[in-house]
């Protein structure tokens, strides 16, 4: 039977906006079931009703979320039976082009880091893009560079709905934060983390040239 990865992906920080760091994460986990009790059980540790646990859950972000849930989620997938990855583009203040050729060459760069290990992949992306055709341009440019070898399928979803998507979400945010305002709650994970940092230009040059 084939073995597959489930990936969640997200991101942090703004593209067109005049700032100078822009960061996406991935969660990966081969049985998903295991991870989902992650978001729920912070909000009931937070002190919530339980029979709000579920649309407090739902609702929670690195960016609407306290610092004592954010530690929560972070030490507990710390403990959790995942991978995890970020990629952090340093963009010296350029408005990088919101456009689904630059959002796919993100997530090749990002997958690129683990696409070897795990051939076959079920990705889940938070959804960026509305627009059936500017999804459909996103799918095209990573399906192709996906190694032929392997298998792939791509959903982009509400992140509500997902909770590798959410648990990326805390990666991202608790990554681009490190880098905007020297928050040191990354540590919780960095010992699961593979991250990297690179600059825009380079990642796009090194993309448009396999492209081609």
């Excluded at 073995?3 to 969660?27: K, M, N, R």
């Excluded at 991870?35 to 919530?48: N, Q, V």
Aim: proline content about 3%.
């Amino acid at each position: 039977m084939t073995e597959i990865a489930y990936v969640g992906l997200d991101e942090s920080g703004s593209l067109t906006g005049d700032t100078p760091w822009f960061t996406v994460a991935a969660v990966i986990a081969s049985q998903p079931a295991a991870i989902r009790h992650l978001i729920r059980r912070a909000a009931l540790r937070s002190g919530k009703r339980s029979h709000r646990a579920a649309k407090v859950a739902s609702e929670l972000k690195w960016s609407n979320s306290s610092r004592r849930i954010r530690t929560w989620v972070l030490a507990d997938m710390a403990q959790a039976d995942v991978e995890i990855f970020a990629l952090t583009v340093r963009k010296e203040r350029r408005r990088i082009e919101d456009t689904p050729e630059h959002y796919a060459i993100l997530v090749c760069e990002l997958l690129s880091m683990c696409w070897n290990t795990h051939l076959n992949v079920a990705l889940s992306l938070d959804r960026h893009f509305t627009s059936s055709l500017q999804i459909a341009a996103v799918n095209t440019s990573i399906y192709h560079q996906w190694p032929r070898q392997g298998l792939l399928s791509i959903t982009h979803v509400d992140s509500q709905r997902s909770p590798l998507v959410q648990l990326a979400d805390f990666v991202a945010g608790s990554v681009y934060s490190s880098y905007k305002a020297n928050d040191q709650m990354v540590g919780l994970i960095e010992p699961r983390l593979e991250a990297v940092v690179e600059d825009w230009p380079h990642i796009k040059a090194r993309w448009m040239h396999r492209w081609q």
